[in-house]
């Protein structure tokens, strides 16, 4: 299986300011079919489903906001939001869909500093 | 707009047998497939199964192989996981979702989740 390590495992980051959440996986999800890496993002807010915000790594979702971007290949990705709004505090999950079974970093909680 | 309402879930003992649904509305359910994540109360996401959307194909996580079965009527937009011999490290909350993709798939849209504990 395909594990996925994400980092930090939390941070807090002041209003307005960057965040940014690693995710690393054991092996290449790079798919040879369209050159585009098996990576999404998705975020769970307390007592919620998770909601997909970036599929193949950089594809944001209609109605995600473009403080959401998606960027990295082969192993190493990474979730930037540019500027952090309260409705942001959540937990944020990478999920590779390379191989099956398709697996789930453990989670980075973000919070207000 | 997509809908999946999750029904089933419940208190069981461990050993018993649970049934869960998804019912899905607001888009052609059998041409897609359909996943079974779960999350295990404060912990992260699992994937659990995914079933290819005319039901023929399916596919199990090792930790519910041979005790957990999924399955679908497409004449009903209903999807099924059907858990025996539970233990209680199936306690978790289960969601449905749709799978989105092109050669490989990733789960696009989620039910809001369906409470299995097991317990005696």
């Known amino acids: 299986d395909i594990v996925m390590t994400q980092s930090p495992d939390s941070l807090a980051v002041s209003l307005g300011e960057r965040a940014t959440i690693n995710c690393k996986s054991t092996q290449s999800v790079l798919y040879s079919s369209n050159n585009k890496n098996c990576l999404t993002w998705y975020q769970q807010k307390p007592g919620q489903p998770p909601k997909l915000l970036i599929s193949?790594?950089?594809t944001r979702e209609f109605g995600v906001p473009d403080r959401f971007s998606g960027s990295g290949s082969g192993t190493d990705f990474t979730l930037t939001i540019s500027s952090l709004q309260a409705e942001d505090v959540a937990v944020y999950y990478c999920q590779q869909y390379y191989s099956t079974p398709p697996t789930f970093g453990q989670g980075t909680k973000v919070e207000i500093k | 707009e997509v809908q999946l309402l999750e029904s089933g879930g419940g208190l069981v003992q461990p050993g018993g047998s649970l049934r869960l649904s998804c019912v899905a509305s607001g888009f052609t359910f059998s041409s897609y497939a359909m996943s079974w994540v779960r999350q295990a109360p404060g912990k992260g996401l699992e994937w659990v199964s995914s079933i290819s959307g005319s039901g023929d194909n399916t596919h199990y996580a090792d930790s519910v192989k041979g005790r957990f079965t999924n399955s679908r009527d497409n004449s009903k937009n209903t999807l099924y996981l059907q858990m025996n011999s539970l233990r209680a490290e199936d306690t978790a909350v289960y969601y449905c979702?749709?799978?989105?993709?092109?050669?490989?798939?990733?789960?696009?849209?989620w039910g809001q989740g369906n409470l299995v504990t097991v317990a005696s």
């Open positions: 979702a749709t799978l989105m993709g092109s050669g490989t798939y990733y789960e696009k849209y």
């Open positions: 193949w790594a950089s």
